[in-house]
T-cell receptor, first 112, second 113 residues
């Protein structure tokens, strides 16, 4: 079955460490997105990518980095520069311009 | 980017229609309205989308006003499993040709037994 997979579901890191969240899709979608969600809040856009080797900053890109070396993969690195990294992170993909976005089940990152 | 405004929360009796409003007064002519819902700590689930005509699928109906400044999502017979946060989103096309989905804070719908 096609889908979008985020791993791990729960992640714990010490303050000051970089951590990379995985997002893989086998839907052959062009566009991929990373969102952050805080308790009781909506989703805020971190980064998005339309095609391989290209990506754009969203509304809250500071302290995050991404890469898009393969169409199927769009990993997000939460760097030590991100002041408040504890949050729920969601990845999405869609076939650019058509239909709806498909979301992964999210990664809950806790920094202690 | 177009922004959306939704009520923070709503209640609906089980079996009744749930009508969820959304304002998107700055929407431009080629921007679609999408609705998603999110059940606690899961990824958002697509419901329906439209440009200017009313739309219906197996989950819901979407009514868009003629001036496209607002829309209403209708769940015709709400069940307890429809309890979730519902997001109204405008999908905007950027100057570079990419698409952005801008989420608001959504409406927390509680279906009551």
């Amino acid at each position: 079955d096609g889908g979008i997979t985020q791993s791990p579901k729960y992640l714990f890191r010490k303050e000051g460490q970089n951590v990379t969240l995985s997002c893989e899709q086998n839907l052959n979608h062009d566009a991929m997105y990373w969102y952050r969600q805080d308790p009781g809040q909506g989703l805020r856009l971190i980064y998005y990518s339309q095609i391989v080797n290209d990506f754009q900053k969203g509304d809250i890109a500071e302290g995050y980095s991404v890469s898009r070396e393969k169409k199927e993969s769009f990993p997000l690195t939460v760097t030590s520069a991100q002041k408040n990294p504890t949050a729920f992170y969601l990845c999405a993909s869609f076939e650019g311009g058509r239909t709806e976005a498909f979301f992964g089940q999210g990664t809950r990152l806790t920094v202690v | 980017d177009a922004k959306t405004t939704q009520p923070t929360s709503m209640d609906c009796a089980e079996g009744r229609a749930a009508n969820l409003p959304c304002n998107h007064s700055t929407i431009s002519g080629n921007e679609y309205v999408y609705w998603y819902r999110q059940i606690h700590s899961q990824g958002p689930q697509y419901i329906i989308h439209g440009l200017k005509n009313n739309e219906t699928n197996e989950m819901a109906s979407l009514i868009i006003t003629e001036d496209r400044k607002s829309s209403t999502l209708i769940l015709p017979h709400a069940t307890l499993r429809d309890t979730a946060v519902y997001y109204c989103i405008v999908r905007s096309r950027t100057t570079s040709g990419t698409y952005k989905y801008i989420f608001g804070t959504g409406t927390r719908l509680k279906v009551l037994a």
